[in-house]
């Protein structure tokens, strides 16, 4: 196969694989803002996590950053 | 050309193509879009020679339920000197929206683009965002978010400067 055509299977590789990003719109978060989407929703189960988290890996916390949310503001 | 040079140079056109496709947001200066030409569910309060802020909200965003007195008390105060709020909803569905209103019952006109029609239109950048129009259409600011009394007071400050122009 030659270089041509190695670009060209690049480019429509490249051209299916950005196909498939999509930007989701501040107007379109309603289901990211929804409580459901929280992970401290349940204080069970994040201590449960947790304990999880620290058995297998030895270590714990590094959980501050939230994981949904509307974006807002 | 050869199909090397071809390909980049279709690569290049598709990237300003989305560039210009992005860019095409209303801007400070130009006339704001009609709020009559979305088929947006509600009544449209008369606008003619009017200052007129259009926000964009949703039930679901907190900082534009946290909006909702602010701008109620400065309808109120401005509204006989030609300030015309309009709340523009981006809720798709109609049940959370008509329960805010009966729960909060604004002191400016609301409605709904349940097709998002308008908002996509206008490409807002943010939730929410308030576009403050001078009396004959133009845009003249844009917020985005609602960071309480701060922004208040500077949205009041700013509505206050155009209602003292001269028409």
Same mark, same amino acid.
């Given at each position: 196969m030659n270089r041509t055509r190695l670009i060209c299977l690049a480019a429509i590789l490249l051209g299916l694989f950005l196909g498939g990003c999509a930007t989701v719109q501040p107007w379109e978060r309603a289901a990211l803002a929804d409580y459901k989407m929280r992970p401290d929703r349940d204080p069970l189960l994040g201590a449960m996590s947790e304990h999880i988290y620290f058995s297998r890996e030895a270590s714990s916390?590094?959980?501050?950053?939230g994981g949904s949310g509307c974006g807002c503001n | 050309m050869?199909?090397?040079?071809?390909i980049h140079s279709l690569w290049i056109a598709g990237l300003l193509a989305s560039a210009t496709i992005?860019?095409?947001?209303?801007k400070v200066g130009e006339p704001f879009p009609a709020l009559a030409g979305f088929g947006l569910e509600g009544q449209l309060p008369d606008q003619a020679g009017k200052v007129v802020l259009v926000d964009f909200w949703a039930t679901w965003c907190a900082p534009c339920r946290a909006s909702f007195p602010a701008y109620s008390v400065i309808q109120r105060e401005l509204a006989d000197r030609g300030l015309v709020i309009i709340a523009?909803?981006?809720?798709?569905?109609?049940?959370?929206?008509d329960d805010f209103l009966r729960k909060f019952a604004p002191a400016f006109a609301t409605v709904r683009d349940g097709g998002q &029609?308008?908002?996509?239109?206008?490409?807002?950048p943010a939730m929410?965002?308030?576009?403050?129009?001078? &009396?004959?259409?133009?845009? &003249?600011?844009?917020?985005?978010?609602?960071h309480g009394d701060a922004t208040a007071k500077e949205l009041r400050d700013e509505i206050v400067k155009l209602l003292e122009e001269k028409s």
């Open positions: 916390g590094g959980r501050g950053v | 050869s199909l090397t040079n071809k992005a860019a095409a947001e209303v523009v909803s981006v809720d798709k569905t109609k049940a959370p929206y &029609r308008m908002v996509a239109d206008v490409k807002v929410p965002t308030s576009y403050l129009l001078d &009396r004959h259409g133009i845009l &003249r600011a844009v917020h985005s978010g609602f």
